[in-house]
């Protein structure tokens, strides 16, 4: 009978030499009584870690996942709100800016689906903004405008 | 979902509103806010956003401020101060504020004396005054009224 041996694993970045001693002095700090800045840095770096452990494919449903959630919950703790500002404000909305042009594809298929107002988040990703002054504030218009320019862009199918 | 289950649902943001002191006039719709609805307007979303996404009356500051608003509202008329009491000669806006002057909501009253809100892009709802004092909006500062139209 033969055995065949486990498929070699892709290198990730657990085995970057410099993150893993970067993890260890942290870690290290931490114990020694560190600041809430360093334990906040810790964590991060933590779910950067697992995040990069995963296979690129996991990687792509782990972001849907999370913008899902996020989108979830800024609806939830908005729905009732007029302040353009406000809406743009709440921690979910600004963890969905802090996803960066990977949230690009994401806002503008929930934009399709769902509405929204994703204008302030895809303003203030992509720098851009393909709506004309005299449709701001006509939100029908300014759907059709960021989604005719997702669709320029590739992010969004036709 | 049933207005009785939506008041329910909404009794954090607007602990005040009751089935007793509230009506649904109209469904889900994000095309305007309450802002734009106090000034009968259904076709934009007012807000004075720094980003400079949403419509703002012209030739108005473009800053979240009481005085910003009622400038707004000045140009459809409502330039005197006033109060909620139900005057047949005048039309009244509503203009709410949270806990540090900052514009939240907009209503407009009615024949009735009730009050026409739209909330956020949700429903459309008539209330009795103070039905929308809560969390969410904070308390009115300032109403403003036009002759009857």
């Not at chain 1, 893993?20 to 779910?47: F, I, P």
């Not at chain 1, 709506?131 to 939100?139: A, E, H, L, M």
Request: include cysteine; glycine fraction near 6%.
């Amino acid at each position: 009978m033969t055995t065949s041996s486990p498929a070699p694993r892709a290198p990730t970045i657990r085995d970057t030499p410099t993150l893993v001693l970067s993890a260890n002095l942290l870690l290290a700090v931490t114990a020694m009584g560190a600041s809430a800045q360093s334990v906040q840095l810790q964590r991060q770096l933590d779910d950067l870690t697992d995040y990069y452990a995963l296979p690129a494919s996991n990687r792509r449903d782990h972001r849907r996942d999370r913008f899902r959630s996020l989108a979830q919950q800024w609806r939830a703790e908005t729905q009732w709100l007029s302040s353009t500002t406000a809406i743009a404000m709440n921690p979910a909305y600004q963890a969905i800016i802090g996803m960066g042009a990977e949230a690009l594809p994401l806002i503008l298929e929930d934009l399709r689906q769902n509405s929204g107002h994703w204008y302030w988040a895809l303003k203030a990703i992509s720098n851009e903004d393909p709506v004309v002054p005299r449709d701001r504030g006509s939100v029908k218009k300014m759907k059709s405008a960021w989604l005719r320019w997702g669709e320029t862009k590739g992010l969004v199918r036709a | 979902m049933k207005f009785q289950d939506l008041v329910r649902a909404m009794q954090v943001p607007f602990p005040n509103l009751t089935e007793a002191n509230s009506r649904p006039t109209s469904p889900y719709d994000e095309g305007y806010n309450c802002i734009a609805w106090a000034a009968e307007d259904t076709y934009y979303w007012w807000w004075p956003d720094p980003m400079g996404q949403h419509y703002w009356p012209p030739g108005v500051q473009r800053e979240e401020t009481i005085e910003a608003f009622v400038q707004a509202y000045g140009l459809r008329g409502y330039s005197e101060r006033s109060d909620a009491t139900l005057e047949r000669s005048k039309q009244k806006i509503a203009i709410y504020a949270d806990g540090n002057d900052k514009p939240t909501h907009a209503a407009r009253q009615l024949h009735d004396g009730w009050w026409a809100s739209k909330l956020g892009p949700q429903i459309d709802i008539e209330h009795e005054f103070g039905a929308l004092d809560g969390p969410a909006y904070g308390t009115v500062a300032v109403i403003l009224a036009r002759p009857s139209r």
